[in-house]
Structures are given as structure tokens and as C-alpha cells.
């Protein structure tokens, strides 16, 4: 099987990796090239190189507007794609974009899923991610090879746009658990309860999400390197508040967690990881 990949960045670089090592041969493009290097994969100059020869090209890119101009933009992938190819797009967009995505492909013959992931840097790189997959039976049948190369399982939850449905709902609980986490650490803070002191009393409990454990030494070096870039996170809390709109519904407590993490990047904490809503919320204190 001729695999392509495309987007190579914390997610994209490992999941790559995981690929080459369970013996698949890639052709890969990132924007920025340095970050192939070490990739025991060809590369290819564009896009469209790394679709030309593929049975199935995978993407990991940051927005919907990344994934629309490096599949549409100059040299882009979807139009170098042979009939009959699948495009697996794991970026995290709205289930909008990916039924948008899945009609462009049916116009050219081409199988799409929508099949974004579940599991940060660290399952990444473990193989330990899930895919939450959303597309035609056949098709996810046909892939599964890859998603057990990379992750622990992979779900189909039905047809296009299935799978960034569940990812949105699932991103909207992360981004509530951890601006909650902060506010929570920045009272405590203010009343004199010592960082280590709600931490311990804090992680572990029932009223705290499990997947804040992993974010413990971070929080209590006040260093926040990125597994999960905080300008993601806001991207995807933007996602799921379009994604409200179109349904019609109103999600007001989405729209406050929303405007923190746009408050953190506003601060510069972008390209930190999304539990430096942390440091943020420290800074507010009068
Ligand atoms: N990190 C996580 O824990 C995690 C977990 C689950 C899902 N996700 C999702 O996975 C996706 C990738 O996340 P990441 O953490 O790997 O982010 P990242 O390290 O910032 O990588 C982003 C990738 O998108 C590319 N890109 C951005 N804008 C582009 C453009 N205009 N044209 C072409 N390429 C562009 C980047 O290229 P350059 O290298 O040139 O910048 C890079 O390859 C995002 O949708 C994110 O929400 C992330």
C-alpha cells in the first residue's frame, strides 16, 4: 500500500513515525521541511507529490484553513489524487468542513473519512491514540491496518462528519475541565492554599477530570511546554461554538471558556501548552 502524509507537526511527525516503524513506505510534505527531517520517509516538494502515488493519503494539519489551502491551494493534494483513493484527514475541524470535504471528494471518485484523534503527544508517539471515525464502512475497513499502526483503536460512529462530531464534543469537555481547573487553583491560590497543596488534594478527586494528572508537573513547575498547543485548543472551542450556531443551539458556558483561552493567547500563550490557562488566571489577581 502507497501511503502519503502530510503535516508533520507534533501529532503528524509521530503518528508518521509509527507508520515507518509497523513497515509502511511513506512519501511525506510538511510546510516547513526541517521537520521531516529524521523521517525515514521520501519527500516530496508539495502537496500534490505526496498524493500523486498514494492508495491512501493521510493529513494532520492545524485548521480547517490549513487543511483547505494544502488540499485546494497551489500544488494542493486533492486534485493529484488517482480515482479511487482514500484521504483520511485526522486534523481537528468542524463536522461542517469535513461533509464539505467528503463532497469535493465524491465529485472527483475519491473515499474520504473524517477520522481526527483522541490522545495528545505522548499516545502519539506510544501508538496509544484513538481514532474517532466517521465515513463509509468499507472504507474504514480498508484503513484499519494504518489506525492499528498508530493508535489503540479506532471507532466508526457513522457516516462524513461523524467522527469531528464526537471530537467536538469531546474538545468542548476538555476546554470546560481545564479553564475549570485553573479558576479553581487561582482561588485556592488567593485564599493561601499552596500550589502543591491543591494539587494533591486536587488531582485524583472526583471532581477533577483524570487526564489533569498528566498535566501536574507543568503546572506545578509553571512550565508549560506544548503537547497540546493552547491556540488549538481555542481553535477548536471556535469550532464547536460555529458548529452550535449551525445547529441552532445555544451553548453560553462554551462561549465564557471559549473567550479565556482567547484572553491566554491574547497574553502570548499560544504556542504553550493549553494548561498555561493556568499561569493566565494567576496573572489576573489584583
Ligand atoms: N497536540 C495534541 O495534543 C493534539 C491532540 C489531538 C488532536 N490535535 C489536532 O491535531 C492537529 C495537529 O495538531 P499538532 O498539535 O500536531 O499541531 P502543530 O504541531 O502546530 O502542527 C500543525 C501542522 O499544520 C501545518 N500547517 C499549519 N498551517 C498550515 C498552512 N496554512 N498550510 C500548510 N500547513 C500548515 C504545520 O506546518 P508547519 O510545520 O510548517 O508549521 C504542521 O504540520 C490539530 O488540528 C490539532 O487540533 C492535536
Known sequence: MN???????????????????????????????????????????????????????????????????????ERGFLPALVEDAVWVDSSTVHPSFSRHMAGECRKRGIHFLDAPVAGSKGPAETGDLVFLVGGDAAVVE?????????????????????????KMVVNLLLGHAMAGFAEGLALGESLGISRSTLLEVLLGAPVTAPFLQAKRSKVENDAYEADFPLQWMHKDLHLAALTAYEQGLALPGLQAVKEIFAMARRRGLGEKDFSAVCRLLQETRR
Not at 510534505?29 to 498524493?51: F, I, V
Not at 489506525?147 to 457516516?159: N, Q, S, V
Not at 462528519?161 to 464526537?166: D, E, F, K, L, V
Open 3 to 73: 501511503v502519503g502524509f502530510i503535516g508533520l507537526g507534533i501529532m503528524g511527525s509521530r503518528m508518521a513515525a509509527n507508520l515507518i516503524r509497523s513497515g509502511f513506505r511513506l512519501r511525506v510534505h510538511n510546510r516547513t521541511q526541517e521537520k521531516a527531517h529524521g523521517l525515514a520517509a521520501e519527500w516530496c516538494e508539495s502537496p500534490a507529490n505526496a498524493a500523486r502515488k498514494a492508495d491512501v493519503l493521510f493529513t494532520m494539519l492545524s485548521t480547517p484553513e490549513a487543511v483547505q489551502e494544502t488540499a485546494f491551494g
Open 142 to 166: 480498508r484503513c484499519a491496518p494504518l489506525f492499528e499502526a498508530m493508535g489503540k483503536a479506532h471507532r466508526h460512529f457513522g457516516a462524513n462528519g461523524a467522527g469531528t462530531s464526537i
